[in-house]
C-alpha cells in the first residue's frame, strides 16, 4: 500500500476517535496532519485552534499563515513538508492538551505518522510538541535550536509560531533554527 492510502486509512480508522476526553469536549471534528506522504520535514505543532477545528486542516488560522511564511522563508511550500499536530481534537478554550490527552494521541495517531513518513528532521513547534517528543522536563527555552535524535530522526525544538505573533523578538533564533535545519536536509 502507498503511504498515502495507509495515511488516509488511519485517518478513516479515527475520524470517530473516543479515545480520550477530547472527543467529548466540544470538538468538531478530528484534524489529521497535512501534507507530503514523502516529506523529508515535518513540523509538530500542539493541537488544532478554532479556525483548524472548523476548516479540519492544521495550522491554517493566524499561526498557521505564520508557520506558512516561514516554510516559504525556508525555499519550501506547504506541499513540500508534512504538518501534524500532538493532539487532532480541539482543547476547549484553546487550552495546553494535558498530559493524558498528549499521550493517548501520540500513541493512537502521531507516533503513526512519524512511522510511515519517516521524515530526517521534525520541527517541534513550542513547549507541548517538543515534551511529546523529547520528554515532560524539557525546557523549550534552553533547549531550542539544538538537534536531538529519536530513531534515527533529527529533531529541532523551536518557538510556536503563536509565541511568536505575541513576541515578536522571537523570529530572530526561530529564523537560525530553521536555517539550521535548512542546512541539514539531505
Ligand atoms: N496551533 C497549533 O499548534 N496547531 C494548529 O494546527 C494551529 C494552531
Redesign the pocket.
Known sequence: MKKQEELNLIKKNYEKCQKCPLAKLGRTQV?FGKGNSNAKLMFI?????R??DLQG?????R??QL?TKMIEAMGLKREDVY?S??VKCRPPN?RTPLPDESIICKKEILAKEIALIGPQIICC??S??TKALLGDEIKITQIRGQFFELNGIKIMPTF???YLLRNPNAKRPVWQDLQKIIANLK
Open positions: 484534524v505543532g500542539e493541537g488544532p485552534g479556525d483548524e486542516s492544521p495550522f491554517i488560522g499561526a498557521g508557520l504538518i499536530n500532538v484553546n513547534l513550542g507541548s510538541a510556536h509560531p503563536a
